[in-house]
């Protein structure tokens, strides 16, 4: 520790002040006169101290901002995690601390000195934009979660009051009639337009590897995937230019990277295609598109049973050709993978995808790329920015052979 020089001192006593700044401000306030607080008093401890003070908030909202970045939005759900509580009170107690301090010069130097300093001037603007910029923060989602709870949209003539998600979900499993849609939402919108459109509806398809899927499975999975999502978005783009509003997309990891079923992905990367070209058509228009493409997330979707049940009745739908060739070893062992794969990758936090749903509708700033859930922003990502010849090794380590060439 003696060879250090000063500034190598000062480097490393900013972290250690950083986990140190809670408990000596606690003895700040507990012991006034101890020999701590007259040491913390000396110019070069305030300045420190200020130091790890800036550091440590600056650190809180790099957080807040980045990792959380569906914190905000995550207080107007019903399943709010502890962690968001804890960070957010966090970044008030350290503006609070700060507008506290300013108080005390006011009170020591009076209205005239502290008024008289520039500095002061710029850091008692600076704390009203940080507690109003994160206040905004809070009340905003809270305030729009209970608009939508408490005001109903009516979407047809007759003034019934209509489930948004059902009537989305008609559209996008039957041929869309225009003739009925249009006039009824243009009724209730009135001559403002539609400010959002989101395409949320999506099926698995048919599972299997490509030797046993036909052109049919492939027309199932696009039906939903990719065209009820170009349909219903060119039957109310009309209404979206009007009011300069925004598309939301969801499409899917899967449409980056292949490590799925072949339906699924396919139709994936289209819709993913579709969005892209869609979003920079539309982008001189007024009208931002925004993809939302999620990890495994613990839903209908991805149910165990249902995919071992599906995974079953693909190899049922065969030739006895190739069930001969693939065996029934071969289904077993697929079904092991897929109850491992969702059982460590798939979340339980479904929520996330809805905060990314708002966020891309109601944001000042919204993303125009969503990467939802931790396997798809720190495992999937990282996989397709990968050369080929690395991802394709490590997708493949678990991948499992026919049972005919096991024995060649």
């Not at 959002?196 to 199932?220: C, F, H, M, S």
């Not at 899917?252 to 892209?276: C, H, L, W």
């Not at 070209?277 to 001189?284: A, F, I, T």
Request: hydrophobic share 45%; with cysteine.
């Amino acid at each position: 520790m003696r060879y250090l020089n000063r500034f190598q001192y000062l480097l490393l006593s900013i972290p250690i002040g950083m986990v140190l700044l809670p408990v000596l401000s606690v003895v700040y306030i507990v012991a006034p006169w101890s020999k701590v607080t007259v040491l913390l008093n000396t110019p070069s401890t305030r300045f420190l101290s200020y130091t790890c003070s800036y550091l440590s908030f600056l650190f809180l909202t790099v957080v807040a901002k980045l990792h959380y970045s569906d914190m905000w939005i995550s207080l107007a759900c019903d399943n709010t995690p502890t962690s968001n509580y804890i960070l957010i009170t966090l970044i008030f107690v350290w503006i609070l601390g700060w507008i506290w301090e300013e108080m005390k010069q006011v009170w020591s130097s009076g209205i005239e000195d502290y008024a008289g300093s520039v500095w002061n001037i710029i850091d008692s603007f600076m704390l009203m934009f940080l507690l109003a910029s994160f206040t905004l923060d809070i009340v905003v989602p809270i305030k729009v979660a209970d608009a939508f709870t408490t005001n109903p949209l009516p979407l047809n003539v007759t003034g019934e009051q209509v489930n948004l998600s059902t009537l989305l979900h008609c559209y996008v499993t039957a041929e869309v009639d225009e003739v009925d849609v249009c006039p009824s939402v243009s009724y209730s919108v009135g001559d403002t337009g539609l400010w959002g459109v989101v395409n949320n509806a999506g099926i698995t398809g048919n599972l299997g590897p490509v030797e046993w899927l036909t052109r049919k499975d492939y027309q199932a999975a696009f039906e939903i995937n990719t065209l009820g999502m170009v349909e219903t978005t060119r039957i109310f783009l009309p209404l979206i230019i009007k009011e300069k509003g925004r598309i939301v997309n969801i499409t899917s990891m899967m449409g980056r990277i292949a490590a799925a079923n072949p339906t699924y992905i396919v139709s994936k990367f289209a819709a993913e295609g579709y969005s892209d070209v869609l979003r920079r058509e539309l982008y001189k228009r007024g009208v931002t598109v925004h993809i939302l493409e999620p990890g495994f997330f613990r839903t209908n979707l991805i149910n165990i049973e249902s995919l071992c049940s599906a995974a079953d009745n693909s190899f049922r739908g065969i030739s006895s050709k190739l069930k001969q060739y693939y065996g029934q070893v071969y289904v077993e062992e697929w079904k092991d993978i897929i109850t491992k794969t969702i059982t460590n990758l798939g979340s339980p936090h479904t929520h996330l995808v809805v905060n990314a749903y708002v966020h891309a509708l109601t944001s000042k700033y919204p993303k125009y790329r969503y990467l939802v859930g931790n396997d798809a922003k720190y495992i999937y990502r990282i996989l397709w920015n990968l050369p080929e010849w690395i991802s394709d090794y490590l997708l493949t380590r678990t991948a499992i052979l026919p049972q005919a060439e096991r024995n060649s």
